[in-house]
């Protein structure tokens, strides 16, 4: 735990280094609030201790610019000051203070005081990146829906976009559930069965998908259907954006930090534009805990990058020439 304790008493920051050391815990402290602002706001700390009455700038605007930064706007923030008048508590309160106490100070009941606020403080910011979680989850899901709406309106009478779309929903519903059909699955196989998925696609638009199999021997814990569909839909999108007679690589590797990333380029794909393939293949790569990124390059070409975390991959290297094969799928 790192405290900061800003008081221009040197009796006081004396006193506070010594308690709060014991705690155990790193103590900072500084004689001013200009100086206390400039720490705060460039490093971390779990607990800022503020008198009110300090030169360069004093407690009440030292609070005010915390609470205006996004990287302080959560700081358990304990104001103490000589004051014992009520529009002081008032004013620290409506400043943005966390907890509040008078000198002098009981330093005893002042450390229990400190755990609380700072237990307190990790439960509440804990609660709200959970509430913002949830609000993003459900933002994209309605996104995707009002996506889905769209594709439904524009199909009209055609049963055969409209089958389509009732399979994305299904899709999406599965990425969503609470349980995924886990099992276990060679990575190169995964590759071969999603080009398979997709080459019937890249057949009409004289195009073909080709398979670079990796440096290592790789296998998934995962939900092989959901990870093949995702593969397969980012192979349509990449044909789709692709000029006739291009050609779509599937590849895999595992980086540094044992993350497995699949990628999907197009050479001749000069732009990525938001659809519903590429989104559903998002929903299904963050049900696994993982993320997807696109990326174009005009001249050079668009990926889509599939990562999965370490946890969901086993690897081990080949040797030999079989680490050098292309293969054409299908």
Same mark, same amino acid.
């Given at each position: 735990?790192?405290?900061?304790?800003?008081?221009?008493?040197?009796?006081?920051?004396?006193?506070?280094?010594?308690?709060?050391?014991?705690?155990?815990?790193?103590?900072?402290?500084?004689?001013?609030?200009?100086?206390?602002?400039?720490?705060?706001?460039?490093?971390?700390?779990?607990?800022?201790?503020?008198?009110?009455?300090? +030169?360069?700038?004093?407690g009440f605007g030292l609070i005010h610019w915390l609470r205006q930064t996004p990287k302080t706007v959560d700081l358990p923030i304990i104001v103490v000051t000589s004051r014992h008048d009520g529009d002081a508590i008032e004013q620290a309160y409506a400043a943005g203070a966390t907890s509040f106490v008078t000198k002098p100070v009981n330093w005893q009941l002042f450390s229990h005081q400190v755990r609380f606020v700072v237990r307190n403080g990790l439960i509440e910011r804990e609660m709200?990146?959970?509430?913002?979680?949830?609000?993003?989850?459900?933002?994209?899901?309605?996104?995707?829906?009002?996506?889905?709406?769209?594709?439904?309106?524009?199909?009209?009478?055609?049963?055969?976009?409209?089958?389509?779309?009732?399979?994305?929903?299904?899709?999406?519903?599965?990425?969503?559930?609470?349980?995924?059909?886990?099992?276990?699955?060679?990575?190169?196989? *995964?590759?071969?069965?999603?080009?398979?998925?997709?080459? +019937?696609?890249?057949?009409?638009?004289?195009?073909?998908?080709?398979?670079?199999?990796?440096?290592?021997?790789?296998?998934?814990?995962?939900?092989?259907?959901?990870?093949?569909?995702?593969?397969?839909?980012?192979?349509?999108? *990449?044909?789709?954006?692709?000029?006739?007679?291009?050609?779509?690589?599937?590849?895999?590797?595992?980086?540094?930090?044992?993350?497995?990333?699949?990628?999907?380029?197009?050479?001749?794909?000069?732009?990525?534009?938001?659809?519903?393939?590429?989104?559903?293949?998002?929903?299904?790569?963050?049900?696994?805990?993982?993320?997807?990124?696109?990326?174009?390059?005009?001249?050079?070409?668009?990926?889509?990058?599939?990562?999965? +975390?370490?946890?969901?991959?086993?690897?081990?290297?080949?040797?030999?020439?079989?680490? *050098?094969?292309?293969?054409?799928?299908?």
């Amino acid at each position: 735990m790192r405290i900061l304790v800003a008081d221009d008493d040197p009796i006081q920051l004396e006193a506070a280094f010594a308690w709060l050391s014991c705690h155990p815990a790193e103590v900072v402290t500084t004689d001013n609030g200009s100086d206390a602002w400039d720490r705060l706001s460039r490093e971390d700390f779990d607990l800022a201790i503020i008198d009110i009455h300090m +030169p360069k700038l004093d407690g009440f605007g030292l609070i005010h610019w915390l609470r205006q930064t996004p990287k302080t706007v959560d700081l358990p923030i304990i104001v103490v000051t000589s004051r014992h008048d009520g529009d002081a508590i008032e004013q620290a309160y409506a400043a943005g203070a966390t907890s509040f106490v008078t000198k002098p100070v009981n330093w005893q009941l002042f450390s229990h005081q400190v755990r609380f606020v700072v237990r307190n403080g990790l439960i509440e910011r804990e609660m709200r990146a959970a509430q913002l979680a949830n609000q993003i989850t459900e933002r994209e899901r309605y996104g995707v829906l009002s996506m889905i709406g769209d594709a439904l309106e524009g199909a009209g009478s055609d049963h055969k976009a409209i089958s389509s779309l009732a399979l994305d929903l299904k899709w999406l519903t599965r990425a969503h559930s609470q349980e995924l059909k886990t099992g276990v699955i060679d990575c190169d196989t *995964l590759l071969h069965e999603a080009a398979a998925l997709a080459n +019937p696609e890249a057949r009409k638009s004289g195009m073909k998908i080709i398979i670079r199999e990796s440096l290592e021997s790789i296998t998934l814990t995962c939900d092989p259907d959901l990870l093949r569909e995702a593969l397969n839909r980012l192979c349509g999108h *990449l044909i789709q954006h692709s000029s006739v007679g291009g050609q779509i690589e599937l590849s895999a590797h595992i980086q540094d930090n044992g993350c497995l990333i699949i990628t999907a380029r197009g050479g001749s794909a000069q732009s990525l534009r938001p659809a519903l393939a590429p989104t559903l293949a998002q929903h299904i790569a963050a049900a696994h805990g993982g993320d997807l990124v696109l990326h174009a390059v005009p001249g050079e070409g668009a990926a889509t990058v599939l990562r999965l +975390p370490a946890k969901l991959v086993h690897a081990q290297r080949r040797t030999g020439a079989e680490s *050098l094969k292309i293969r054409r799928a299908g």
